[in-house]
Each structure stands twice: as structure tokens, then as C-alpha cells.
């Protein structure tokens, strides 16, 4: 074993590695290290159990195993496709310039519709960020599909994807030090359905103690019903040929058939529940309330919040309709969409002066989605956390990746510099004004972490409901805007009835 940096951590010693970060400085890493006991058998649908202990040096070499997972839908992002998974999936990684010091911590959460992804994908490598911004930065892996947000009836713990996670926040806080950080500065960030994570941590009455900040990148603040998460546990149940979900039967199914039945279940309820059938749901726990009602009763009051969207976001997921779209279609779709009594002809007619040129029927249809299902909710949870006099700002991303737009999860490389990865380079067109935007972000993330005020280079305002002012970053770089996209905002208003995004990143 080679030698290298040692901690002890509640469970035993790891030893990891100290690696050159891009630019020259060099960092430890620590991969793969456990921050509970693998979820398995009887563990199945129970919140997380502290982990085993292990003898001598654990070598924290190699990333932890992602959670069991299908392959993710093709789309036109790179690297998304995780390499091994299995049930024993609860680890975590840390990057750290030194193990002595007291610096802030920053915990990734990562997105894929609650049913895909992992933390060892490359384009989270975070070597960059922590050794630029002098920060511990930690990466996680949770539960996810059925294993993590399926509520069977009987014995079982529901959203046990969300409890993992803060498992993994309160592991953090333990040995923050351990690793040079300060477990009084932590930060949770993510992107779609890691962000959608936090947006429901934050709205949690056990988040106490977890985090003090956080960053949410293009999440959905939805939450199923019980009535919902019911209808989806019996789809699952039926694909494996139970009757009921009861959680004591489906603990004996092997997690090759659960993971298709997710997929079954997905085909379901697609029209009913929408095409993210896994999302958290209200259990009365952890999730009690919806996460904007929970915001604007002050329960994240102590928090942070760094909020927005990217502008495309839905172009990702086109819609296959939209192809054929004409005048009256587009109208019906549109209104189903629009706040009751919106005049559905003056909203296109705004969408179409918003997109200029390019104000195709189907670029009109997915600016509308990315409204519906992304902007305005998140707007409104800015809104709330505002309301409340907590700290909270919002910006929108606007770099135009080429043929995607400002597409969903094209911000991810930007966050960690991590270009040179699968492709991304290419992706995301990268030159010299990609270069100097990641160098924006990354500042700005960083010294919210250390802060609570994030630096852009640029006069970032607290935001209100009354001026809405909003960073954008362009491939100008930063500037700030009040209420970009005003007319078309006032259009819509979110619905926590209307189906999921069916974002998959």
C-alpha cells in the first residue's frame, strides 16, 4: 500500500492519497469511505445505521459502489452512465488542501431524477474547487429509485434517499475537523435532483444541525402526495408480482428486479405522476409539508440560500411533439400551462419577442415548460425565504452550449472546472469565456461557503420579490438584471399538482 495522508474517523483509520489539482496545487483525497452501514436485507426501507467498523487502515483508494440504478435515458450530455453499483452504496468522498486549519466544507449532492447517478463521475472531481477556494469538499452517494424513495406499507422508513443524505451531513459535521474543515461552515449543494434534495432538507424539521447554507441548482421543489407515493408503491409491488407493497415481502426481492420495476412503474404513471415517480413525498417525518409552505413558515430561516436555473433548462428533454407543432396546438398546450385567466394569445406573443429569431412553435413550448416546471417554482421559493428576511439570492445561467442552449446540467462542469472530463469540453463549446465564467462560479460558490455572501465580481443583491434582481452568467461573464424575463414570468404560476419536469440529471 502506498503511502499517504491518515485520519481516524469514528469506524477506524483510512489512508488516502495526496493528488495534483489542475493549476498545479495539490490536494488529499479520500474516496469511498463509509458514513453508514450498507442498506441491505433487513436494512432495506430503514433509515441509516451507523457504519461498521473496520480494523488497522482502510485505504481509501477507489470511489464507493453508486446505488442500483438502470442505465440513464441517452440524452446529449456526457458521462452520466455511472461504472459499478450495488446496494452497499453509503459512502462518501473528501478533497482537502491540509488536515489541519478550520475551513469551510462544502457537501455535493448529486442529481439523476432520484434514480441514477453517483459520485464518482468525473466531471465531480473536486480537486479544483477545494484547492482554489481552500475548501473541504465532500461528494456523497445515497439510495435511489425504489431503495431510496419508495414508501411500502407496513415496517419501512419512506424518502430513505433523504435520510441517507443527512446521515452523510451529520457524519460531515463529526470529522470536519479531522479534515481540516469547520463543522460550523457547511454547505449543501447540488444540481436537479440533488438540488430538489435540499430544497426539502431545507424544509425539514431534522435538518437542524446539518447545514447553515446552501446552493440549489436547478431543483424541483415538488413533493408527492401520500396518495401519490401510494399509487407509485403499488406500481412497483404489481411489477414484481406482490399484490401490496409490503415492505417485509419486498425486502426478499432481488435488487435486479426491483431496479426494473422502477422502470415499469415510471411507464405507469408517467401521465398521472409524471416521469419522476421517485421524488420525495410527504411521510410525516422527514417531509411533513411542501417545501414552499415550509419555507415561507420559516422553517430554513437559518439558512442561506443561493437559488436558480439555467435559462434552456427543459430543451434537454425535448419534446417529441413539438416537431409538428402549429398555432392552435400550441395554444391549448400553452393554456393548460398558464395562470387561470391568462390571455394565452399576449403570453405567446411575449415568449416569441423573449426568443427573438428563434421563436420557433417548439422553442416557445420548451421556454413555457422550463417556466412551468423549473423557473417559477423556484422563483417562489425565493420568494418565500425572502419574505421571511432570510438571506437568499438568485441567478440564472445563460451560457450557450452549442445546439442545447442553456440546456439542463450544462452548469455542472462549470462549478468544478472539470472540462477535460468525457467530453464536456466539447459539450459545452469551452474556450477562454467558459474558462473565465467557471472562474466566476467557483469564486462565488466558494466564498458563500466561507461567507454567507457570495462574491461574483459584480454587486450580487439580496434578492426580493418587489425588484427580483437576478445575477446572470453570460459568456460576458456576470451581470446583474432586475426581473429578467418580467413579462413572461407574470404569465405562469407553478402548481404542485402538475406533473414532474422529468429532468434526468
Known amino acids: 500500500m502506498s503511502r499517504g495522508p491518515v485520519v481516524d474517523t469514528a469506524s477506524g483509520r483510512v489512508r488516502g492519497a495526496t493528488v495534483a489539482a489542475p493549476d498545479g496545487p495539490r490536494v488529499h483525497r479520500f474516496l469511498g469511505i463509509p458514513y453508514a452501514a450498507p442498506p441491505l436485507g433487513d436494512l432495506r426501507w430503514r433509515t441509516p445505521q451507523p457504519p ?7 485505504d481509501a483508494a477507489a470511489f464507493g459502489d453508486a446505488a442500483p440504478q438502470a442505465d440513464p435515458i441517452e440524452d446529449r450530455l456526457p458521462g452520466f452512465k455511472v461504472r459499478r453499483a450495488s446496494e452497499d452504496c453509503l459512502t462518501l468522498n473528501v478533497w482537502t488542501p491540509a488536515l489541519d486549519g478550520a475551513r469551510p466544507v462544502m457537501v455535493w ?3 439523476g431524477a432520484y434514480t441514477s447517478g453517483g459520485s464518482a463521475q468525473p466531471v465531480y472531481d473536486a480537486a479544483r474547487l477545494a484547492a482554489e477556494g481552500d475548501l473541504v469538499v465532500v461528494t456523497i452517494n445515497y439510495r435511489l429509485g425504489a431503495l431510496g424513495f419508495l414508501a411500502p406499507a407496513g415496517d419501512a422508513t419512506a424518502n430513505c434517499g433523504l ?15 479531522a479534515f481540516g474543515g469547520d463543522a460550523r461552515r457547511v454547505t449543501a449543494f447540488g444540481e436537479s435532483a440533488g438540488a430538489g434534495s435540499i430544497l426539502h432538507l431545507l424544509a425539514s424539521r431534522l435538518r437542524k444541525g446539518a447545514f447553515e447554507r446552501a446552493i440549489v441548482q436547478s431543483g424541483e421543489p415538488r413533493t408527492l402526495t401520500r396518495d401519490e407515493a401510494a399509487v407509485v408503491a403499488v406500481a412497483v409491488a404489481r411489477s414484481v408480482g406482490l399484490g401490496a407493497p409490503d415492505a417485509g415481502r419486498l425486502r426478499t426481492v432481488p435488487v435486479e428486479r426491483l431496479v426494473a420495476a422502477q422502470e ?15 421524488n420525495p413525498s410527504i411521510d410525516g417525518d422527514l417531509c411533513d409539508r411542501t417545501v414552499r409552505d415550509a419555507i415561507g413558515a420559516g422553517r430554513a430561516d437559518d439558512a442561506a440560500i443561493v437559488i436558480g436555473t439555467t435559462r434552456d433548462e427543459l430543451s434537454l ?6 416537431a409538428s407543432l402549429d398555432g392552435p396546438r400550441l395554444a391549448r398546450w400553452a393554456a393548460r400551462l398558464l395562470s387561470d385567466g391568462a390571455d394565452v394569445d399576449a403570453a405567446i406573443a411575449a415568449y416569441e419577442a423573449q426568443l427573438g429569431d428563434g421563436a420557433t412553435k417548439g422553442r416557445i413550448w420548451d421556454a413555457l415548460r422550463t417556466d412551468a416546471y ?11 425565504h425572502a419574505a421571511r428576511g432570510a438571506a437568499t439570492y438568485v441567478y440564472r445561467f445563460d451560457w450557450d452550449a452549442p445546439g442545447l442552449g442553456a440546456a439542463h446540467a450544462v452548469d455542472v462542469p462549470f462549478v468544478f472546472g472539470t472540462f477535460d472530463r468525457e467530453g464536456w469540453g466539447r459539450t459545452i463549446g469551452y474556450d477562454a469565456d467558459a474558462a473565465r465564467l467557471s472562474a466566476v462560479i467557483r469564486r462565488a460558490w466558494a466564498t458563500f ?3 454567507g455572501v457570495p462574491d461574483a465580481g459584480v454587486d450580487w443583491r439580496a434578492y426580493d420579490s418587489e425588484r427580483r434582481p437576478t445575477l446572470l452568467l453570460t459568456r460576458s461573464g456576470a451581470l446583474m438584471m432586475d426581473d429578467p424575463g418580467g413579462t413572461t414570468r407574470r404569465c405562469l404560476t407553478a402548481q404542485a399538482s402538475r406533473p414532474s419536469s422529468g429532468s434526468t440529471t
Not at 264 to 274: L, N, P
Not at 374 to 384: E, F, G, K
Open 52 to 58: 461498521v467498523p473496520w480494523p488497522g487502515t482502510r
Open 109 to 111: 449532492i448529486h442529481g
Open 163 to 177: 435520510h441517507d443524505q443527512l446521515a452523510a451531513l451529520a457524519w460531515v459535521r463529526v470529522h470536519a475537523a
Open 264 to 278: 415499469a412503474a415510471v411507464a405507469e404513471t408517467a401521465t398521472t405522476i409524471g416521469m419522476m415517480p421517485f
Open 317 to 322: 428533454f425535448a419534446d417529441p411533439r413539438a
Open 374 to 384: 423549473m423557473r417559477i417554482p423556484n422563483l417562489q421559493v425565493a420568494d418565500a
Open 449 to 451: 461557503a466561507a461567507t
